[in-house]
């Protein structure tokens, strides 16, 4: 679907704002804390209700505010939508999301307007830890198959539950959790693994959209236990894992194998992706998984998200600039790039709208100022 | 200044310990309380009562004065008990009319991070219902939760030795809702439990 409006209100920087979004790829220019990040951020939690920056969700509140409203108009054909989210601070978010003004909870709100975030983080996929690149899979298999989240949020309950029973020493209700972690931690891998399939195909593609030089990176699902724990019957292996492995768990406190504990394995002619890449090309190849994602999520869905790129410029030559704005443009009917720099930025997309942010206030600006 | 009366202070405090109760309620139901003053009086009569008489069902813990009518029936078949988490589930299942079997509540669920295990709940007292004899199946009626899932999981893993069926009720899609309406994971497990139809 089509954003054609966005209001937010008390959200970070922006006390009122309401903006009607060109279609095409728009530039969010202005100097550094200007709000451009703000408005990216906006817009993910909107559509995801999640950011792509670190930190607590309460800091998303305007300081001195107790709530702020996100609302949002879409449109697809004739059909048009309003969601709308609102959160009050108290110890935590409390949040209420309605689709059309009726209240709806988050595994209906999640499905109905994704947004893909790319940001400087994303290198974290090649040089962090092994919880970033399954948050990857994690959200995409969500995006192709809904019910994963259902899936994923039982898995992590079951596991805690376990790990509690492990950590109080309550051996007699292991068996009963180690049968509920084993059921949906096959059904988790195993939704990984399409996702996987589908990520890996498009991968290739997007390297060569945006000049991978070199080998191709080779992505492999990777379970510490062995590769069986996502061959078939995946359920029965980790069952028995899990009870091969009581003793050590119970002396450690918490659970040693399961889906918790996998990676999605990126390797370059046989070597950690994260030993042989410098900054830039981690950058690179971060972004190609990211728009990757973003081209299977469109392949299924029959509809690209919104895709919004925080600091576009930053570790990315003039080059792959020229070549990611339009695969941009041409995978996403919306688009929302920021950068401190549209000087650098605009050559490369010549048909961008370019907007000024200032202030916690926005204006369309001519492209010619910069 | 607090101009609240001390045992209207009480009054509220003790209302708002109740669930879904905040401060503003607490309010309302007050000054609704001192106005219908009849009504007030009836109402703590009837908590003195229900608080003096109702205990656990000693076989099957429902809520009763002293045996409950299930137990006590001799029209119900005894061959059958439905497991459920709390006394509200079997009222629900008992109101469809469906079941003529006995109940056995457990009191909760396995709750490790809330340090509750299987000596925590009434899981003896059924084994000891089951290893009396008569008692053919065991229907498991715990939410679909995690932990009412895992306590259905231990709960058979009990059972199976003693020689007793044991079944898990089925999940899916309510009567008279539209398929376009119901969410995606109910979707999926009403298509995953599908039943055949000739």
């Known amino acids: 679907m089509i954003l054609v409006t966005f209001c937010c209100r008390n959200f970070r920087s922006f006390s009122e704002l309401s903006w009607d979004l060109p279609l095409g790829l728009v530039v969010l220019a202005g100097p550094n804390g200007a709000g451009k990040t703000n408005l990216l951020e906006a817009l993910a939690v909107f559509g995801n209700l999640t950011s792509f920056r670190p930190g607590s969700p309460t800091s998303w509140v305007l300081h001195g505010q107790a709530a702020f409203t996100l609302r949002g108009q879409l449109q697809q054909g004739d059909?048009?939508?309003?969601?709308?989210?609102?959160a009050r601070l108290g110890r935590t978010l409390q949040r209420t999301?309605?689709?059309?003004?009726?209240q709806v909870r988050a595994a209906e709100y999640l499905p109905l307007f994704p947004v893909a975030t790319l940001a400087s983080h994303d290198r974290d996929l090649i040089f962090?830890?092994?919880?970033?690149?399954?948050?990857?899979?994690?959200?995409?298999?969500?995006?192709?198959?809904?019910?994963?989240?259902?899936?994923?949020?039982?898995?992590?309950?079951?596991?805690?539950?376990?790990?509690?029973a492990l950590a109080r020493g309550q051996a007699t209700s292991l068996d009963a959790f180690d049968r509920e972690m084993a059921h949906l931690g096959a059904q988790l891998v195993d939704a990984r693994l399409s996702t996987l399939r589908l990520l890996d195909q498009a991968l290739e593609e997007e390297l060569a959209h945006l000049g991978w030089l070199g080998a191709k990176p080779i992505l492999r699902y990777h379970a510490p236990e062995g590769p069986a724990a996502h061959a078939a019957g995946g359920e029965q292996f980790l069952l028995l894992q899990l009870r091969r492995l009581r003793g050590q768990e119970l002396a450690r406190g918490h659970t040693l194998v399961g889906p918790h504990r996998h990676d999605l394995g990126i390797t370059i002619s046989g070597r950690p992706a994260r030993e042989v890449l410098s900054a830039g090309q981690a950058k690179l190849l971060a972004t190609s998984l990211r728009l990757a994602s973003v081209a299977v999520t469109a392949g299924m869905r029959k509809v690209a998200p919104l895709v919004t790129f925080d600091d576009v410029d930053a570790e990315l030559d003039g080059a792959v600039l020229s070549r990611l704005l339009p695969r941009l443009a041409t995978l996403s009917p919306q688009v929302v790039v920021s950068t401190a720099h549209p000087e650098v930025v605009l050559p490369s997309c010549p048909e961008a709208t370019v907007v000024c942010v200032q202030g916690g206030t926005l204006a369309e600006s001519e492209r010619s100022r910069w | 200044m607090d101009l609240r009366p001390p045992s209207l202070r009480v009054l509220m405090e003790e209302l708002q310990k109740l669930p879904g109760v905040g401060p503003r309620s607490a309010v309302r139901m007050v000054q609704y309380l001192l106005k219908a003053r009849e009504e007030a009086l009836r109402l703590s009569q009837a908590l003195a009562q229900a608080h003096r008489q109702v205990g656990f069902c000693p076989t099957c813990f429902l809520l009763a004065e002293g045996t409950c009518a299930v137990c006590d029936d001799p029209g119900r078949d005894k061959t059958v008990i439905c497991v459920v988490e709390e006394p509200v589930n079997a009222w629900a299942i008992e109101a469809t009319g469906e079941f003529k079997g006995l109940y056995h509540v457990l009191l909760g669920t396995l709750d490790p991070l809330r340090g509750i295990g299987p000596e925590e709940l009434t899981v003896g007292k059924l084994v000891e219902r089951v290893a009396a004899g008569n008692v053919e199946e065991v229907i498991l009626a715990t939410n679909l939760t995690v932990e009412g899932e895992a306590t259905a999981h231990f709960l058979v893993q009990l059972l199976r030795p003693k020689g007793v069926k044991t079944s898990r009720i089925a999940f899916g899609l309510p009567a008279g809702g539209e398929i376009s309406y119901a969410d995606t994971v109910t979707l999926a497990r009403a298509l995953v439990a599908r039943r055949g139809m000739e």
């Open chain 1, 97 to 102: 999301l309605f689709r059309g003004g009726r």
């Open chain 1, 128 to 164: 962090g830890g092994p919880e970033h690149r399954r948050r990857l899979l994690d959200r995409l298999a969500f995006h192709l198959k809904p019910q994963v989240l259902d899936i994923l949020l039982r898995y992590r309950r079951a596991l805690r539950q376990r790990n509690a």
């Open chain 1, 79 to 86: 059909t048009s939508l309003v969601l709308e989210q609102h």
